[in-house]
């Protein structure tokens, strides 16, 4: 069976990490994986903190949706993947990733979540 997939999106605030926790502790442990869109924001590490600080992280091009499809068609295709850690205190990715696996639901939840055209598909 063909995971099925639900995403979330709203505002700060709006309690869309809210639901998608509901739903997600009312499915069995092995039943469902949770994607936040924060963990996608792009590697700057090749900027200084300053120009870092600078960015506008509530634009829909601070974040890699590039790498968030590919990583949502391995899990809808039953593989694993290596989904980033974003380090806020330090605005870019910090070097360790975590291991995701494909379970039967997989929720993703981003306040620029539909802001992509290919994530609405």
Avoid: C, W
């Amino acid at each position: 069976m063909k995971p099925f997939l639900i995403g979330i999106a709203g505002g700060t605030g709006s309690g869309k990490t809210t639901v998608a926790r509901r739903i997600f502790d009312s499915l069995h442990l092995d039943a469902a994986v949770f994607i936040d869109h924060d963990a996608y924001y792009r590697e700057l590490g090749h900027l200084s903190l300053e120009e870092r600080a600078g960015i506008n992280f509530d634009h829909p091009d601070s974040l890699d949706n590039a790498l968030l499809i590919q990583h949502l068609q391995t899990l809808l295709a039953g593989e694993p993947i290596d989904k980033p850690v974003y380090d806020f205190a330090r605005h870019t990715r910090a070097p360790q990733t975590v291991r995701v696996h494909p379970r039967d639901v997989i929720l993703v939840d981003g306040i620029l979540l539909f802001a992509e055209p290919r994530l609405r598909e």
